[in-house]
């Protein structure tokens, strides 16, 4: 679980200070919730450093990246990264004057790398060392996002992030096959004739 909440540098750092010990739920629910409340508000409208509100308010279920996630309820903190994230690049795009394809293009491609984690957790395998290196986390996809709008950079922010998360993706698939090792057929019983064939 702790590998599918794809906290970046900042939020793996507040989990060490907090040492594990903030449950992952209850922070990650108040922060959704104050974030939703920040966008609902018209976060559009905002400026300067109005913008790093939401992501602050998020950064609290960072402190809990650090923790077991054992609980029966824990999972529930990783839709909730993932929507605030999702909600936060939308309307601060739709927001911020940066075209509707640009914006649609960034989602995809964090989505794209959301369904690869999910992907690799399902077959027990992390992603390359330089692309783990590399990953911004969805905090630092935010705070990026946020710095931009607050500079008046948000199209060339929310295109170089696509283009950073677009490259970083291919490396990783292209790594990851490269990496896979090619199984035998004959160990495993699928070639004609073999063990594994079916019977009539």
């Known amino acids: 679980m702790r590998f599918l909440r794809d906290d970046g540098h900042l939020a793996r750092l507040l989990g060490r200070l907090a040492g594990g010990a903030l449950p992952p739920l ?3 629910a108040a922060a959704a919730l104050v974030t939703g409340v920040l966008l609902a508000a018209g976060l559009g409208a905002a400026t300067g450093i109005t913008l790093f509100a939401p992501v602050a308010a998020l950064l609290l279920a960072g402190a809990a990246s650090a923790h077991p996630h054992g609980g029966r309820h824990d999972p529930l903190a990783v839709p909730l990264l993932r929507g605030a994230e ?25 989505a794209l790398h959301h369904c690869g984690t999910v992907c690799r957790a399902r077959q027990g395998a992390g992603p390359p060392d330089r692309a783990a290196r590399a990953a911004l986390g969805w905090d630092g996809r935010m705070l990026l ?22 490259v970083l ?4 698939a292209v790594a990851g096959w490269a990496r896979t090792p090619v199984a035998d ?16």
């Not at 999702?86 to 491609?109: D, H, K, R």
């Not at 996002?145 to 677009?166: K, V």
């Open 145 to 166: 996002a946020a710095a931009g709008g607050a500079l008046g950079w948000l199209p060339f922010a929310f295109g170089a992030l696509t283009g950073y998360l677009a």
């Open 86 to 110: 999702y909600l936060y690049l939308l309307a601060l795009g739709t927001g911020g004057g940066v075209p509707g394809p640009l914006v649609f293009v960034l989602l995809v491609v964090v």
């Open 169 to 172: 993706l291919a490396y990783g």
């Open 26 to 28: 209850p922070p990650a």
């Open 185 to 200: 057929l004959a160990d495993t019983g699928d070639e004609p004739g073999g063990a594994g064939a079916p019977t009539t």
